[in-house]
């Protein structure tokens, strides 16, 4: 009994190991970590049971949300400056912006990771990104909600700018069958 | 806190004190680990490392076409009212329901659907499934069809437009 509770004077726990292993730690979490930037629109992916993974580079995302409006986004910023000198650009200044204004969209259309798009207008868009970029990967990023009227729009999109596979993404569905 | 203890006490600009051994230094590294461990738990807990799924979907090119007999065409259309109509060469369209009533949040096709499929693809190893969607139909139904014939492994599988000719025939469905 009296070695029990005989108190432990000055006893210290020799902690070098577990800071290394924490800061290592820390480290790895610190560089693997990428924010994920902030959504335009919320979109509820159905799930499938498919486990390929979206490639990292060079994809060209069209965006379908639940109520069927497009966005369209390109993981390149040389692409996305050569879409915005193609396309946008000729838009603004037929808008009589100025050059300074056009400057400063070119900016921020840079940095937009995707911009909405009108129904019609989507081939053009989908044209010049192929154009700008050989080898981009065209992916479907379309709602459950959304319509087949939509999806099948994109994927005539897709088929006319001669972009024969593509990937639908969804999410992981665990339960077999 | 944050205390650095050194024996020497104040230190002057002497050469001499300088280069003298700093014997028993001692700091105190509580603070540190501390932030270190906050900003660790910070980070596990909000990384997720998972890349988003995908199903790859190939497109036949539109110059080339594939001549496929007509009994070895399977072909599927749906509709707006989430029914699919089945059909063998020209015959006329069965309609079987696409999920079962039951369960409406598991995306999963009715048994009879799938059993037909199955049975016509192990029957017919030619099969060459024709799936035609309504424009009034949801995604997800697309994206159930193809994850269906995913999983019974059926590569055979292609999309076509639904035209006019497609409504009429649903209409003589049995």
Excluded: W
């Amino acid at each position: 009994m009296s070695r029990i509770k005989a108190k432990r004077v000055g006893f210290r726990l020799d902690m070098t190991p577990m800071v290394d292993v924490a800061f290592l730690l820390l480290t790895f979490f610190m560089l693997t970590t990428k924010f994920r930037p902030p959504e335009v629109v919320r979109i509820d992916l159905p799930s499938s049971h498919s486990d390929l993974k979206l490639p990292e580079s060079d994809v060209l995302t069209v965006t379908v949300s639940g109520d069927n409006t497009f966005f369209m986004g390109v993981s390149s910023q040389q692409s996305r400056e050569k879409i915005f000198n193609s396309v946008v650009k000729q838009k603004l200044i037929a808008a009589k912006f100025s050059s300074a204004a056009v400057q400063d969209s070119l900016k921020q259309f840079k940095l937009a990771d995707s911009f909405p798009v009108e129904r019609d207008e989507l081939d053009r868009f989908v044209v010049m990104a192929r154009f700008a970029d050989q080898k981009l990967r065209p992916v479907v990023r379309a709602d459950s909600d959304a319509s087949f009227d939509a999806v099948n729009q994109v994927i005539k999109v897709y088929k006319k700018a001669n972009l024969l596979t593509f990937n639908l993404v969804t999410v992981f569905e665990k339960e077999g069958r | 806190m944050g205390v650095v203890d050194s024996p020497n006490g104040r230190r002057g600009p002497g050469k001499k004190k300088r280069h003298s051994k700093r014997i028993g230094f001692h700091l105190d590294m509580t603070p540190m680990v501390d932030v270190a461990f906050l900003l660790l738990t910070f980070f596990m807990l909000t990384t997720t490392f998972s890349k988003s799924n995908t199903m790859e979907i190939n497109l036949p090119p539109e110059m080339t076409e594939v001549k496929v007999a007509e009994n070895n065409v399977m072909t599927l259309r749906i509709a707006d009212d989430s029914m699919a109509y089945c059909s063998l060469g020209n015959e006329a369209p069965r309609r079987i329901p696409l999920y079962d009533t039951q369960d409406t949040h598991r995306h999963v096709l009715s048994t009879p659907l799938r059993q037909l499929i199955k049975q016509q693809a192990k029957a017919n190893e030619k099969t060459v499934i024709v799936v035609k969607i309504s424009d009034k139909a949801k995604y997800q139904q697309l994206v159930d069809i193809i994850d269906e014939l995913n999983l019974m492994k059926i590569d055979r599988f292609s999309l076509d437009d639904f035209t006019e000719q497609d409504a009429l025939e649903i209409k003589r469905a049995v």
